[in-house]
């Protein structure tokens, strides 16, 4: 099945920071969202794409649909502390994949 | 708020128990799914119902047992499981309309077996 790989693992940065994460996938994509998890909580849906080369805002977060369709982009700038969690890239055909998460930690 | 509430939100079940999981949502969507959330690990997916119906089983061990009695509610039932399933397990809905295939979670049950 489709392998989705999300890098990085972890992310230290200072408050202010602008922050990039991604994800690659074995095969072509038709779907790409982002979600983010707090602690205790359920996902929770950032940004949803679906059409290769797409740029997506939502407040201070954007992301991309790649041209190639085997990978996306989220970037957050200028973070805050309430931006620390676990965010989750997930994508499809056929059933969702979601990458095993991205944990950001903001030094305030 | 996403709109599927999940109960109960901390289970602590022995070997032996039978419990249920249970799912809620309110968005009037038509597809619904099991998932379990391990540390360090990929969300997996579990059971799908689809216009109520399970089109999904991802070889998920008999202990676990899914209900979708209608649209908006899905359970999970659990009966002699093993230390190893203690986990998150999430509940998320979808309204799935060609290639729309949004899923909203809900806040989980977090599970422990001793």
């Known amino acids: 099945g489709q392998q989705l790989n999300q890098s990085p693992q972890s992310m230290f940065i200072q408050e202010g920071e602008d922050v990039s994460m991604n994800c690659t996938s074995s095969s072509i994509f038709n779907t790409w969202l982002w979600y983010k998890q707090d602690p205790g909580e359920g996902p929770v849906l950032l940004i949803a794409?679906?059409?290769?080369?797409e740029l997506t805002s939502n407040g201070r977060l954007t992301a991309q649909f790649g041209i190639t369709r085997k990978d996306s982009f989220l970037n957050i700038s200028a973070s805050i502390p309430s931006d620390v969690g676990i965010y989750f890239c997930a994508g499809r055909p056929g059933d969702m994949r979601f990458g095993a998460g991205t944990r950001l930690t903001v030094k305030p | 708020e996403t709109g599927v509430t999940q109960t109960p939100r901390h289970l602590v079940m022995g070997m032996t128990n039978k419990k249920s999981l249970k799912c809620e949502q309110h968005l009037g969507h038509n597809a619904m799914y099991w998932y379990k959330q391990s540390a360090k690990k990929p969300l997996e997916l579990m059971f799908v119902?689809?216009?109520?119906?399970?089109?999904e089983n991802n070889s998920v061990p008999s202990r676990f047992s899914p209900e979708c009695p209608n649209s908006s509610h899905l359970f999970l039932h659990l009966h002699t499981l093993q230390p190893e399933d203690s986990a998150l397990y999430l509940c998320?809905?979808?309204?799935?309309?060609?290639?729309?295939?949004?899923?909203?979670f809900g806040p989980g049950t977090r599970l422990t077996v001793t």
């Open positions: 119902y689809n216009f109520k119906e399970q089109t």
């Open positions: 794409l679906y059409k290769a080369g």
């Open positions: 998320a809905s979808s309204q799935v309309l060609g290639d729309y295939y949004e899923q909203y």
